[in-house]
C-alpha cells in the first residue's frame, strides 16, 4: 500500500517561502527610500528656488535705493562677478548701510555695517552676517552683471567690463542658478534687474 504525500509544508518550502518575503519586504523597503530620498530632493530643490528668488527681489530692492554713503563714498563700492558692495538704506532708518553680497562656496552670503559716530564711520567690527540663499550653483558664471546708462540700447559696451563697472553702472542684474548635484536638469535659474533710482535721476 502506497503512503500519499504529507500535507504538511517541509523545511526547504518554509525556507524558499522566507526567503521570498525577505527579497519582496527588502524590495519595497528600498523602493521606499528612493522615493523618499526623491521626496527630499524636490523638496530641498524647491526651498533653493523660493529663497533664490526671495533674495533676488530684496537684492534689487536694495541695489535700486543705492546711493552715497553717510560718510560721503560712491554708492557703488565693489563690483566684481561674483561680489557687490554698495550703500543703501536698506531699513528705511535714515542711515545709508554699507551692504555686501558674495559667493562663498554654493552659499550666498550678505554682510551689512551700519554707520556709527559724527562724522559716520562703517566699523567693519559691527558686521552683521548671514546666509540668504543655498545651493547656488553659478560656478564661475557671473551672479552680478552691470550695464550703463545706453543699456538696452547698447549692446556693444554692455554688460560692462571689470573696469568700467564703477564709474558707469546704471542697471545691475542679478542672475542665480540652484540646484543640487552634478544634475544639469535639476537647475533653475533666477533672473533679476534692478535700475539704480540715483542714477537715474541725475541723468
Known sequence: MRKGRSQGITI??????????????????????????????????????????????????????????????????????????????????????????????????????????YPPIYDPLSKNISTVSENVVNGNIPIFYYYNEDWPSDTTTNPLPADNRLGETSTIKIYLIVGSGDDSEKRYTVEV???????????
Open 193 to 203: 534687474s534692478s535700475q539704480i533710482r540715483s542714477v537715474k535721476e541725475n541723468l
Open 12 to 117: 526547504i518550502e518554509l525556507l524558499v517561502a522566507i526567503a521570498i518575503s525577505s527579497i519582496v519586504g527588502l524590495g519595497l523597503v528600498s523602493l521606499q527610500y528612493i522615493l523618499s530620498q526623491n521626496q527630499i530632493a524636490i523638496t530641498k530643490s524647491y526651498k533653493s528656488v523660493d529663497s533664490a528668488n526671495y533674495t533676488a527681489s530684496i537684492l534689487a530692492k536694495e541695489a535700486r535705493g543705492a546711493k552715497q554713503s553717510d560718510s560721503g563714498a560712491y554708492y557703488l563700492y565693489s563690483a566684481g562677478d561674483q561680489e557687490i558692495i554698495f550703500y543703501s538704506d536698506i531699513d528705511l532708518d535714515g542711515n545709508t548701510e554699507w551692504v555686501r553680497y558674495y559667493l562663498d562656496g554654493s552659499d550666498l552670503i550678505k554682510e551689512t555695517i551700519e554707520p556709527s559716530g
